[in-house]
């Protein structure tokens, strides 16, 4: 099983165990005030390196202060950083994993207020700022600093290094025309943008030596208008080679793109492999691919297959450090799956916040959690509700030695998650249930479906603890005319579950993250849908990879949205209300779907003073949320109790 993606490849004069490299991830924390690394990263690192992973990126090291992209990322410029990076390595050796440092500078994609690169043209999506054109004189300074920064890497004691040529950070500002427009040596023709990169290669080889390994990431295409294409990258990997470049790592985007460099659940799998299959036709060293590439079969068709010879994952080995183990020993079903939401990777660190994982809360708390603490005393609970907050406590109390029992009153488990998971291209929300169903089987957790919490139930089990993640349900808005139209009136929930329909014409109440999935929804069927936002922005809880592939989506359906609207009333067949002083009338509808607020189901805690049970909330029961918040929670409870 997996006989290609498990098997050893040579880079450069080093040789990686397996076919997996850990993608370089800004991830934003384990940096101490100065930027030297802390206990936090380095257990970062050791989990994913104990996991089985051949090959590891630290992200974000920036080569000068002016090309820092995030403020809490090591700095490779600081010889003040190296003796926390020898201790960093030092802790890695043992696991067999080859440890790297992906080197960069932001360019006009940093996060600092002053901003340069090649020509002074803003980035067009993400970071705003005005940027400075680079003098010859500073061009030639940061090629050093390159140079100066792998050299550290080197005396560090890393195995090897990879310059971040991709994304629209600054070699790639360089490489492509619509961010330079410079006329001297270092813009216009190919030859001239490309030479800022190569002689950041000659440096490198001169201050780190030939053996010494060193990779390039770099994009098959920007998708970007006048950007860097597919036939400059089959242009450049052979000259990329003969400089004694040790792999070629295949990826795509910039900001702005109209392919994100980070896509979503929207984005087919395997997104950009076709981008290294051309490349590999060109040269003789490895080539990486990247891009949503999750299911290990899949992984292994690819090396099978010639499309590239390994296979870089980033948001998988945060969702699971233990992907490449399970995966080598078939235990598939064991992997704890991203679903693509970008929202604790990808949001979080361009808010400037440490980084984080929707479905794994352990991600940056590893340093926490490495001693394992064993309960002073082990009890028997029971849980209300399998929803994913349910079943995600359930499964941590049992890994604490706690007796479980979860009491379900539909006849499966998922809750409101199993209902979104249905909406278009929205289907991989099922693997992280099906990660926990899984596992509620595999530890034989004692499910009671079609039960609700009772008084009854509770005398049978006599828990000590009580867990109520019952979740909630649609809220119903006080609204002029919305209950005495002669629209059909339903809930998302209804809609989405198949237990409502509604016609041809459709007002969705609500634009956030489930007004617009219950649009999107909507208009896949071929129905023509208006969105009434009361808010200012459109699912302001989904990250911005996310949302804009949905908004793409809507673009090219049949939806009108509005946002910021203040309802007058709702009549027999539409709706009037007003966005500032605009009065607009909406007439010939045939029905309203609600999708705007929830609320907490919580009466089961009316049993709290009937039991001697302790009661504790959790999940959307303690307040509606996002399931970044929901599993956390439900983690943290079985922890702490």
Not at 225 to 248: M, V
Not at 290 to 297: C, F, L, N, S, Y
Not at 322 to 332: H, L
């Amino acid at each position: 099983m997996l006989s290609n993606l498990f098997t050893p490849i040579k880079i450069g004069n080093i040789t990686s165990k397996n076919r997996l490299l850990m993608s370089a991830m800004s991830i934003n924390f384990g940096v101490d005030e100065n930027c030297c690394v802390t206990d936090q990263l380095i257990q970062y690192f050791i989990e994913r390196a104990k996991g089985g992973v051949g090959m590891m990126l630290v992200g974000g090291g920036s080569v000068h202060p002016l090309g820092q992209e995030l403020p809490d990322l090591p700095q490779m410029y600081n010889d003040d950083c190296i003796p926390s990076l020898k201790y960093m390595v030092q802790k890695i050796k043992k696991y067999n994993t080859l440890f790297g440092v992906q080197l960069m500078h932001g360019g006009r994609q940093s996060y600092l207020e002053e901003k340069v690169g090649p020509s002074p043209i803003p980035a067009p999506a993400v970071v705003k700022g005005k940027v400075r054109e680079l003098k010859i004189s500073e061009i030639k300074n940061l090629v050093s600093c390159f140079g100066d920064s792998a050299k550290r890497c080197k005396e560090s004691g890393f195995d090897f290094i990879e310059i971040h040529g991709a994304h629209g950070y600054l070699i790639n500002q360089f490489l492509a025309p619509n961010s330079n427009i410079r006329t001297d040596e270092y813009g216009g023709s190919f030859n001239n943008r490309t030479r800022f990169l190569f002689e950041i290669i000659e440096d490198i080889k001169i201050k780190t030596g030939k053996e010494f390994p060193v990779g390039i990431r770099i994009n098959g295409n920007d998708y970007i208008k006048n950007g860097w294409e597919l036939k400059d990258t089959l242009k450049i990997a052979p000259l990329l080679e003969k400089t004694g470049i040790a792999y070629l790592h295949i990826s795509g985007g910039v900001y702005g793109s109209t392919e994100l460099t980070i896509p979503s659940m929207y984005t087919k799998h395997g997104c950009f492999v076709y981008l290294a299959k051309e490349v590999k036709k060109y040269v003789n060293i490895p080539v990486i691919t990247v891009g949503r590439i999750k299911h290990p079969d899949h992984a292994d068709e690819i090396i099978k297959q010639g499309k590239a010879d390994i296979v870089s994952m980033g948001r998988s080995f945060l969702a699971d450090p233990y992907y490449p183990e399970k995966a080598k020993n078939g235990k598939f079903s064991q992997i704890r799956p991203c679903i693509g939401c970008c929202v604790g990777c990808i949001d979080a660190v361009l808010n400037k916040e440490p980084g984080s994982c929707v479905v794994n809360p352990d991600v940056g708390r590893e340093y926490k959690l490495k001693d394992k603490i064993i309960p002073d005393k082990l009890f028997k609970v029971l849980i209300a509700g399998g929803g994913p907050a349910g079943i995600a406590a359930a499964r941590q109390f049992i890994l604490q030695g706690h007796q479980v029992v979860i009491c379900e009153k539909e006849n499966h488990l998922g809750g409101l998650l199993s209902l979104a998971s249905k909406a278009p291209y929205r289907d991989e929300l099922n693997d992280i249930l099906d990660f926990f169903k899984n596992e509620i089987k595999r530890l034989n957790i004692e499910v009671r479906y079609n039960t609700k919490l009772s008084l009854n139930l509770i005398n049978e089990i006599n828990p000590d603890k009580i867990v109520i993640a019952t979740g909630s349900m649609p809220d119903m808005p006080i609204i002029k005319g919305l209950f005495q139209t002669k629209m059909d009136l339903v809930t998302n929930v209804d809609l989405i579950s198949g237990k409502e329909q509604v016609k041809d014409k459709v007002i969705v109440l609500g634009g956030g993250m489930t007004g617009l999935i219950t649009a999107d929804f909507l208009a896949d069927k071929g129905k023509q849908v208006v969105v009434l936002n009361r808010k200012k922005s459109f699912a302001e809880e989904m990250s911005s990879n996310d949302r804009y592939y949905l908004r793409e989506r809507l673009k090219k359906g049949n939806v009108v949205l509005y946002k910021n609207v203040s309802i007058k009333q709702f009549t027999d067949d539409g709706v009037i209300f007003k966005i500032d002083k605009n009065k607009i009338i909406l007439k010939k509808f045939d029905s309203i779907v609600l999708s705007e607020k929830q609320s907490s189901i919580r009466d089961a805690k009316k049993l709290e003073n009937k039991t001697r049970a302790k009661f504790y909330l959790i999940g959307d029961a303690k307040s509606p949320r996002h399931l970044m918040y929901c599993i956390n929670e439900a983690e943290e409870i079985a922890r702490s109790i």
